[in-house]
C-alpha cells in the first residue's frame, strides 16, 4: 500500500481499491461464458411410441455449466438387434432451449438406439413391440409413453464455478476492506 500510496497519493489508493473490484466482477462475469463448450450431456425427456413410429425428444447441456446447447446438430441411429440397415436421422430443434425432436419408424424387435452429437453421445435400448391385431371401429390404437433416460450426473459443476465465484468476490471484498482500513488508519 505504501508503494501505491507514495506513486499516486491517497487517490491512488482508492483507485487501486476501485480497479481490484471492478477486476473481480469483470472475472467473475466471464468465468460461467467461458464454460461452454465441451463434453455434451443427453437426456431423453421423452419417448412416444405409436406403433413402429417412435417420437423422441432429447435435452443437450453442457457438462461444464448445464447451460442448455443450442446450435449444436444431433443424430439419432437405431441399429436393430439381429443385425441389418441401421436408421439415421437428424434431429430437429425442439420448443425449449437445448432441446431436439424427432421421429423414426423401427421394425418390431429390439433396437440399439444412439443420439450424438460433436461432443457427447447417449445409447439406450427401445423395444419395439409386434403390431397389435386392429382395433374394432370406434376405437383406436394406444400409444405408448416410455419414462425419460438420463445421462446428467447432476449440476455439481455449476454449483463448483458459483462456489468459487462467490468466495473470490468475498476474498476480494475482504482485501479491499482491508486495504482502506489500513489507509485510513495511517491517515
Keep these: ?96 432451449p437445448g432441446r431436439f425432436t424427432g421421429t423414426v419408424t423401427l421394425t418390431p424387435g429390439d433396437w440399439t438406439v444412439t443420439f450424438a452429437t460433436e461432443d457427447g453421445e447417449l445409447t439406450i435400448s427401445q423395444p419395439i413391440a409386434e403390431p397389435a391385431p386392429p382395433s374394432a371401429p370406434g376405437t383406436s390404437a394406444a400409444s405408448t409413453t416410455v419414462p425419460a433416460t438420463s445421462t446428467s450426473g447432476g449440476d455439481s459443476d455449476s454449483d463448483t464455478t458459483l462456489i468459487v465465484v462467490i468466495v473470490a468476490v468475498l476474498v476480494a471484498v475482504a482485501a479491499g476492506g482491508a486495504g482502506l482500513a489500513a489507509f485510513r488508519k495511517r491517515d
Design 1 to 96: 500500500m505504501n508503494l501505491i500510496r507514495n506513486a499516486f497519493g491517497p487517490l491512488g489508493v482508492r483507485a487501486a481499491i476501485v480497479l481490484m473490484g471492478l477486476s473481480v466482477v469483470l472475472v467473475s462475469t466471464t468465468i460461467p461464458a467461458s464454460a461452454h463448450g465441451g463434453p455434451v450431456d443427453i437426456e431423453v425427456i421423452s419417448t412416444v411410441v405409436e406403433g413402429a413410429s417412435v417420437t423422441y425428444v432429447v435435452s443437450l447441456t453442457y457438462e461444464a455449466d448445464g447451460h442448455p446447447v443450442e446450435n449444436e446438430p444431433v443424430s439419432l441411429t437405431a441399429v436393430p438387434a439381429t443385425g441389418g440397415d441401421p436408421v439415421t436421422i437428424d434431429l430437429m430443434v425442439a420448443d425449449g
